[in-house]
């Protein structure tokens, strides 16, 4: 049973927006200004520009392959199932955790405007997240967008505010800590950009994900990066070191100086809001990892339900609303600390699936939103990504470790035995070493999720390409001899003798030729009977030797039709033609692995679908 597309842009924009803008601004300026001092801001900027690298290897991925799981759909299909399952459960466990994370600060924040137990309040609000995102993501799409609208607004009022109380002499020392503090900061609040991947889990279920989705990523983390940035910088200006180092409620402490009780009142609602925007947003995404698990066999099949009523997956969510409830008992600082490595392991996992997808040279990777400057974005982040895990210090990597154990025993013994599975890193050590090592299935995955992407609708002529006969010709020869092939490969499809179709092709191309290009041809033949009709292609790399034509010909569309098809063989023409009108299709064509590329390629194109 398939998800639900019934996100739109706002949507996503306010799901990765209102799951970044939470712990890391409420809770976490205090603990960080502790390590970091005024440089702070620095480390806050230092792991947006990082995340801006991973961001935009997600933005590509998400838009080649939309589905639910997001990150563990594309490390499955670029690095494995090992490392796929290794990352779906780091990135679910992550997601899981920062939600917790967030219920904890809520839990804090809803203390300083009313008198109740914290836990029971996290308790309470968690059950509830549970029950709407099992309801349907249309309904936590748009309490998500309430929720979000509100918050940006009381924060815009703080910077408004904030601004003019800013006081220079509270960022002198500016580095009491030196540099290095920067860096191991900037790892502790990269936990700030996790929105993003809550994004790309949830990108099955949004409308045109291919466009919607970079560019919600896009504007959540810019708008998110200038929030921070200008929050930071005034919450620290306000408070100094000695108030603000190690506070909980840092922008509630800011803003009881310059705004006063109803700046309190005011900032506790925002954090409010922003925690259960997170926590709402988290059971939303993370529910989707161990469904996209459950789907590749890597997870027991219960996981994969999908509710038949609302169309959400009724076991994901809950198993992931029992491990945010779990996580309220353990220490705030752990929680933050492995929820920031397993973020940083993800962010430059992006980055490598970037590299090896583009380099294995799968033709069905067809992103409609491409990462600038490759590879130079993907190596930074890369890099940058591992000097943060290792500035964390031993715990963090200590931690990272043991969970990525964790993840490869499950793979080990459980999800080994139950999946095979094609993926990229075979296409490319298959290119470096020229050895056959792979099969098509990623290849037809691919296509599925493409056709899937932009909407495709079968129809008839799509249905013929997946039935014709497809030729892959390694030697040059006169256009005779291609007639022949031809007709031994059609005759049985056609239930005509093969001299008769011989005889109709040659006197078809003595009548007039039929190549339309220099390097492209369609002979197109009338046969006897009814409901009859056939297409086959084919590529000579070395060419085909046509007597009126000035070069050799490499790409061939025989079309046979009976006089009863003569209007769809007209459409036939136009659909083909519409292909090949593709600046890349040429090169696109003799680049192809195989007959199935060939086939793919014709499938993918471009062109208007007849109903």
Request: include cysteine.
């Amino acid at each position: 049973m398939k998800l639900k597309r019934e996100l739109n842009l706002l949507d996503v924009f306010c799901v990765a927006t209102g799951a970044m803008i939470s712990s890391g601004l409420f809770i976490l300026p205090g603990l960080a200004h502790a390590q970091a001092g005024p440089a702070v801001v620095l480390s806050y900027l230092l792991a947006g520009l990082l995340a801006m690298t991973g961001m935009l290897s997600q933005a590509e991925l998400v838009s080649a392959m939309p589905k639910a799981g997001g990150t563990y759909f594309y490390v499955t299909r670029s690095m494995g199932p090992a490392m796929g399952t290794i990352d779906g459960l780091l990135t679910w466990l992550s997601i899981s955790l920062k939600s917790s994370f967030a219920l904890v600060g809520m839990a804090a924040f809803t203390g300083l405007v009313m008198d109740v137990n914290p836990r029971i309040v996290a308790l309470v609000f968690c059950l509830i997240f549970v029950a709407v995102n099992f309801i349907g993501i249309k309904g936590a799409g748009r309490f998500q967008v309430g929720l979000v609208v509100l918050l940006i607004t009381l924060l815009s009022v703080y910077v408004i505010r904030g601004l003019p109380a800013v006081r220079v002499q509270n960022f002198d020392p500016f580095l009491p800590y030196g540099f290095a503090s920067v860096f191991s900061t900037a790892g502790l609040v990269f936990i700030s950009y996790g929105g993003l991947l809550k994004v790309a889990s949830i990108a099955e279920e949004v409308k045109d994900p291919g466009r919607t989705v970079p560019l919600g990523m896009i504007f959540s983390l810019i708008a998110a990066s200038i929030l921070y940035t200008l929050i930071v910088f005034i919450t620290s200006g306000v408070l100094g070191a000695g108030q603000l180092d190690h506070s909980l409620t840092p922008l509630s402490d800011g803003a009881a100086v310059f705004m006063g009780q109803w700046g309190i009142t005011a900032l506790s609602i925002a954090a409010i809001l922003a925690f259960i925007s997170t926590a709402n947003a988290g059971i939303m995404a993370g529910s989707r990892y161990p469904l996209a698990l459950s789907r590749d066999h890597l997870l027991p099949g219960f996981f994969g339900n999908i509710h038949r009523r609302f169309k959400t997956p009724d076991v994901s969510i809950i198993a992931t609303g029992i491990i945010m409830i779990s996580a309220l008992f353990l220490d705030l600082y752990v929680l933050v600390e492995v929820a920031s490595t397993v973020l940083i392991l993800t962010f430059m996992f992006s980055c490598i699936c970037v590299i090896i997808m583009r380099e294995s040279g799968v033709q069905n990777y067809q992103p409609k939103f491409r990462a600038p400057f490759y590879p130079w974005i993907q190596v930074i982040g890369i890099f940058g990504c591992w000097l943060l895990v290792v500035n964390m210090g031993k715990e963090a990597l200590f931690i990272g470790s043991l969970l990525f154990a964790c993840g490869l025993a499950v793979f080990w013994f459980y999800g080994r035995r139950r999946t095979k599975k094609d993926f990229a890193l075979l296409h490319l050590i298959e290119r470096v070493a020229a050895r056959e090592l792979v099969d098509v299935s990623l290849e037809s995955e691919l296509r599925e999720i493409i056709r899937e992407r932009d909407d495709i609708t079968k129809d008839r002529f799509d249905r013929i390409i997946e039935d014709s006969i497809v030729l892959d010709i390694g030697e040059a020869m006169p256009v005779k001899d291609f007639f022949k092939l031809v007709t031994e490969k059609i005759a049985s499809k056609l239930r005509t003798p093969p001299s008769a179709i011989l005889r109709l092709l040659l006197d078809r191309e003595e009548e007039s030729s039929t190549v339309l290009s220099p390097t492209l041809a369609i002979p197109h033949i009338i046969i006897e009977g009814e409901h009859t009709f056939v297409i086959l292609l084919a590529r000579c790399k070395k060419g085909i030797i046509f007597p009126e034509a000035d070069r050799k010909v490499h790409t061939v569309f025989v079309i046979a039709g009976t006089r009863d098809e003569r209007n769809f063989h007209l459409r036939a023409l136009s659909a083909i033609a519409q292909i090949v009108q593709d600046p890349h299709f040429e090169k696109t064509w003799m680049a192809a692995k195989n007959e199935e590329a060939l086939r793919d390629i014709v499938l993918l194109g471009k062109r208007r679908r007849h109903k």
